[in-house]
């Protein structure tokens, strides 16, 4: 017995060692580098230029690329030791990191990136998995794991990474700081490893939008032009639904920031289910055999299928040569999916194809020039290290019908950090249309402060489950009183807009769409008492005070009216119902 009690304490005093020990490993990598780099390098900017020249417009910035960027006299290693055994060094480096080096910035070191950079997962057991920053008993998301890392500890002010399926994205999210997918093809990828030619895109990491826009513009070799602010903003509904937490934490901010920053009128809301639907017909057509007639299927659903389809079919043609002869031992999950045999026709192929065409179109569509898109990043928090979670249906299913909206449209996003819930990072993502880089990083510029404002209040609120409820009655009805409005039955649409305006009196929408439907029926003093209403709550609402002006040029007070116009001619210079009308009233009463 006392033998056996001896045994008993040896082994446990070998667990607890064991456990100190590698508490001690543990820590001693998060204290070096978090795991995030694979090789410590240094290429250094040029000399500046002699004054009067403007110095480089990068200069004092420090960055990393991740370890499918080739840099010359470096192996370029794609997240496994096989590839790296088996290639030779570089004999030059990526245009892109040499456009940020010669742009003032210095390069320190290739950060590690998951297997293939294949995954969207961030766990890699050949290299180690990159400890997460904001959570470090959760997984930092992939591919471009290191790179996210190493902006998140604050090693390098920005890092370079490839997105194929959500390779900037996913680590951006998981990690707490702003990750940017540019649009397909305005970044060169020469000097870079493939995962999926038609999907991949350089992208950037960065902890503040300042250093995320410098560089973004060195980048993208953009001629100035005039800073916009979006006409619209449309929040993806039936994405939000996919959330794992609750979805007015991110909407909610959103919601907020806007009003501040551009008045409650540019907030729309759409259904992408419906839309891709209607304008993605191919879809449809390439699922048809596939899906043995079943119709419930969603469009997001076949979107994400198409996605990860491309991907393999694409990287398999590319490097499943250099798989079939070094047969590289790879992660199980990773092995399966581009082992999986792939019965795709040529015709079927074509169509996948066509489906990124008509997704730009129909993106480009939607948003035209001065929209922007709004939808979680990732459906899912950061899982636990190790957690099967990953692998889960529902997981890649969320995942990936997120994901591939920007993946196939080829339009552009940015990730961006809106603090924690339940200790873990959330995120919103931004798109704007294809080629619209530079619109999306000024709009991002300009709400970015005001996100994390309203993120940390939103976070403190303790908003009752009732009070949400009451708020998306209201947006229902008025939805309702929207129709009754376009259908032209003025009093059914005030009556809807009276219901909702006793759900929420607080919203400056309703009482100016009320407005409107009074103006229909020449109750011209109701309109300009809740247009100043309306006013009231949202200074910025041009529509109140375009009902405003022309409910007072109806009663008379043509001063007051010609105020109006010509304050929403300052809210919004190119309206030109604001200017036609202030001219016209200046014209007759001057």
């Not at 294809?434 to 990083?441: A, E, K, T, V």
Request: aromatic residues 8%.
């Amino acid at each position: 017995m006392a033998s056996h009690a001896a045994n008993l304490w040896v082994l446990l005093g070998l667990g607890l060692a064991g456990i100190f020990l590698m508490t001690k490993r543990l820590k001693k990598t998060i204290k070096a580098d978090f795991g995030a780099f694979i090789q410590k390098l240094e290429l250094l900017p040029p000399p500046q230029p002699a004054p009067p020249k403007a110095p480089h417009p990068l200069t004092g910035l420090n960055f990393a690329v991740s370890d499918v960027f080739d840099i010359e006299g470096y192996v370029t290693g794609f997240g496994h030791p096989d590839w790296l055994k088996t290639h030779e060094p570089s004999t030059r480096t990526s245009p892109v990191v040499l456009a940020l080096v010669e742009g003032g910035a210095t390069c320190i070191g290739k950060t590690v990136v998951d297997e293939l950079a294949y995954s969207i997962h961030g766990e890699n057991k050949h290299y180690s998995t990159p400890t997460n920053p904001a959570a470090p008993a959760r997984i930092s998301g992939g591919s471009s794991s290191g790179a996210a890392v190493a902006v998140a500890a604050d090693f390098v002010d920005f890092s370079l990474g490839i997105d194929t399926l959500g390779g900037i994205r996913v680590p951006a999210a998981f990690c707490g700081v702003i990750g940017f997918r540019p649009s397909y093809g305005v970044i060169s990828n020469t000097g870079i490893i493939p995962v999926s030619s038609s999907l991949d895109t350089v992208g950037l990491f960065a902890k503040d939008p300042s250093t995320l826009r410098r560089v973004g513009l060195v980048l993208l070799q953009l001629p100035f032009s005039v800073q916009r602010n979006p006409k619209q903003i449309l929040l993806a509904d039936d994405c939000f639904e996919l959330l794992k937490i609750p979805k007015d934490r991110i909407s909610q901010v959103v919601t907020n920031s806007t009003e501040k920053h551009f008045g409650r009128q540019v907030l729309k809301h759409e259904n992408l289910e419906k839309y891709f639907s209607s304008k993605v017909p191919s879809l449809k057509e390439f699922y048809s055999q596939k899906i043995n007639g079943d119709s419930k299927i969603s469009s997001l659903t076949l979107l994400a299928n198409v996605a990860q389809i491309l991907q393999r079919y694409e990287f398999k043609r590319t490097h499943g040569e250099w798989i079939n002869s070094e047969k590289p031992v790879l992660d199980s999950a990773i092995s399966a999916q581009i082992n999986e045999t792939l019965d795709m026709t040529d015709k079927e192929i074509e169509i996948c194809k066509l489906v990124r065409t008509e997704m730009r179109l129909a993106v480009n569509n939607l948003l035209k020039d001065d929209g922007i898109l709004v939808i979680p990043t990732t459906a899912y928090p950061p899982p636990k290290l190790g957690s099967k979670e990953i692998f889960s249906d529902d997981y890649q299913n969320r995942s990936f019908s997120l994901l591939s909206i920007a993946s196939i449209s080829g339009c552009c996003q940015v990730t961006l950090p809106l603090g924690y819930h339940d200790k873990c990072p959330v995120s919103v993502s931004f798109i704007a249309r294809h080629g619209g880089d530079r619109f999306l990083l000024d709009t991002v510029q300009t709400v970015y402060s005001s996100l994390q404002e309203h993120a940390d209040t939103v976070a403190k609120s303790k908003l009752s489950p009732n009070a949400v409820k009451q708020e998306h009655s209201a947006e229902a009805v008025k939805e309702k009183g929207n129709q009754a409005y376009k259908d032209k039955q003025w009093q059914k649409a005030i009556g809807f807009y009276t219901e909702a305006i006793k759900l929420s009196d607080n919203n400056a929408t309703y009482y100016s769409n009320r407005a409107a439907a009074y103006l229909e029926l020449g109750s011209f003093l109701q309109a300009e008492t809740d247009c100043t209403k309306a006013i009231s709550l949202d200074k910025k609402n041009v529509k109140a005070y375009l009902r405003r002006g022309t409910a007072r040029e109806m009663l008379g007070y043509y001063k007051e009216a010609i105020e109006d116009f010509s304050y929403a001619l300052v809210l919004e210079p190119t309206n030109k119902r604001a200017a036609l009308s202030a001219d016209r009233l200046r014209k007759v009463f001057q």
